[in-house]
């Protein structure tokens, strides 16, 4: 992962030198190019939730209620930004990040529970609107801006902690909202940009099948149980820097 991060900056850096052409504006469409495909890396926040556990067993009732924190770690992705008709486009992108550990702690004993982290594959689907500078007789470079909103798909793989009991280590999916905005500056002849990206999945997580889990580890033990899990949606954000290849 921190190869493949590597690779990209070396990429990036040995790109045209964003000062180094002094000619006029690129004579591109208003609206920019057609079509932009951008690799990059980036970097994921630590995030948190709340959760609220109720679990039945037989006639008796037991609460809980955990934080529970996910370590910030390394992103990997890339984009498609397909502009459709003057300043409207979409964009499509698949990211990878890979979190360290994973922290819950428990109000009920006041104990912190330790395990190793999970890995965030993301796609997503997003409407977008083009925003561009306007020109100037001194300019030579077009800042351009995109903000984007659309639906996105998050599934949480957990490593394979041997700690961790195999019925709660299976991957998840988990809806989100994704919103953000993209900023980029032209390099070179124009084909090739600078991109910084700062986005939002605001992730709904699967409260359903992880009380069913629950459930299967005390079935294990011989018990029936009947859990409820509510936890509140969390920002998961991504920094992001890419190289942006763009077609007419």
């Known amino acids: 992962m921190k190869r493949a991060a590597f690779t990209v900056l070396a990429i990036l850096a040995a790109a045209p030198s964003i000062g180094s052409a002094q000619g006029v504006l690129s004579s ?47 992103a990997l992705g890339a984009s498609v930004d397909a502009r459709l008709v003057e300043r409207i486009g979409l964009i499509g992108s698949v990211t990878y990040i890979s979190r360290g550990q994973t922290r819950e702690f428990s109000f009920l004993d006041g104990e912190f529970f330790v395990s190793e982290g999970s890995t965030f594959l993301t796609g997503k689907l997003a409407l977008a609107l083009r925003l561009r500078e306007a020109e100037s007789d001194l300019q030579l470079r077009r800042l351009t801006a995109t903000v984007f909103a659309g639906p996105a798909l998050v599934r949480e793989s957990p490593s394979s902690d041997p700690s961790v009991n195999p019925a709660l280590r299976g991957s998840l999916n988990h809806w989100a909202a994704n919103f953000g905005v993209d900023g980029e500056i032209p390099m070179g002849d124009g084909r090739l940009a600078l991109q910084l990206g700062l986005e939002d999945y605001y992730t709904f997580w699967n409260t359903t099948e992880i009380a069913r889990r629950n459930d299967r580890v005390f079935a294990q033990s011989g018990l029936t149980t009947q859990s409820t899990l509510e936890s509140n949606a969390s920002h998961q954000l991504l920094i992001r820097l890419g190289l942006s290849v763009r077609f007419q």
């Open 28 to 74: 591109e469409p208003v609206w920019g190019a057609r079509v932009r495909v951008t690799p990059f890396v980036g970097q994921a926040p630590s995030v948190s939730r709340n959760e609220r556990w109720v679990v039945l067993t037989g006639g008796d009732v037991s609460f809980g209620e955990f934080d529970v924190d996910l370590a910030s770690g390394p």
